[in-house]
């Protein structure tokens, strides 16, 4: 399976600021995923990031809080923006390869807002 | 309601013991289904993968997928303490590579040595 790197790895930031999280794989693939994991809870998918075109956003988020970038099929970065400390949660990229493989994923940004 | 259910534990066993695992869901399209071993600060690790109803086996874990009863377990069997963890179930309706996962809450497992 594909190797992913996330960076940072983690992450105190002031409320107010914005952060970029970068995700990097080593070969190509076709789908990219941002999730979110708040504090003892599972996974919530922001936003499926889509190569050349504009992310696509599950309800309950928007490109002026979590723009998302996806220049090529190996890389993706996501942005919070105007953090608060209920944006304090596991950042976590997760990529897909071929239709019926599953998702694999990052080990995610540990993000605390202060 | 959830979508997907999954009882956080902790669940504690001896070692050597069978680990039994389960979610239930309320959605029936969900065609794909996952689970997924997370250790303390990293990620999600697929384990295992079906599609549709029937079992899978590798190695010493068993995937059960009822789709009748809305219904997916784990089995780990001969457990080890390098098996204490979070095992996160997850569901597709379609493709799992292409599209949203839909994850349980993950149930905390403990194998004492």
């Known amino acids: 399976s594909a190797v992913i790197s996330q960076k940072p790895s983690r992450d105190i930031c002031q409320r107010g600021t914005s952060l970029t999280i970068q995700c990097q794989v080593d070969s190509q693939v076709t789908m990219m995923f941002w999730y979110r994991q708040q504090p003892g809870q599972s996974l919530t998918l922001i936003a499926t990031?889509?190569?050349?075109?504009?992310?696509?956003?599950e309800s309950g988020f928007v490109i002026d809080k979590f723009p998302i970038s996806r220049p090529n099929l190996t890389f993706s970065t996501l942005t919070v923006s105007n953090m608060s400390p209920e944006d304090s949660s596991i950042y976590l990229c997760s990529v897909g390869s071929s239709g019926d493989q599953p998702q694999h994923f990052g080990d995610g940004t540990r993000l605390s807002i202060l | 309601q959830k979508e997907v259910e999954q009882d956080p534990g902790p669940l504690s066993v001896p070692e050597g013991a069978i680990v039994s695992l389960n979610c239930t869901y309320s959605n029936s399209a969900f065609q794909y289904f996952m689970w997924y071993r997370q250790y303390s600060r990293k990620g999600p690790e697929l384990l295992m993968y079906t599609y549709s109803s029937g079992n899978k086996e590798d190695g010493r874990f068993t995937a059960q997928v009822d789709k009748s009863s809305k219904y997916i377990s784990l089995f780990i069997r001969d457990s080890q303490p390098s098996d204490s963890a979070t095992y996160l179930c997850a569901m597709s309706p379609v493709t799992a590579a292409g599209n949203k996962l839909t994850f349980g809450g993950g149930t905390r497992v403990l194998v004492k040595p």
């Open positions: 990031a889509n190569q050349g075109s504009e992310a696509t956003y």
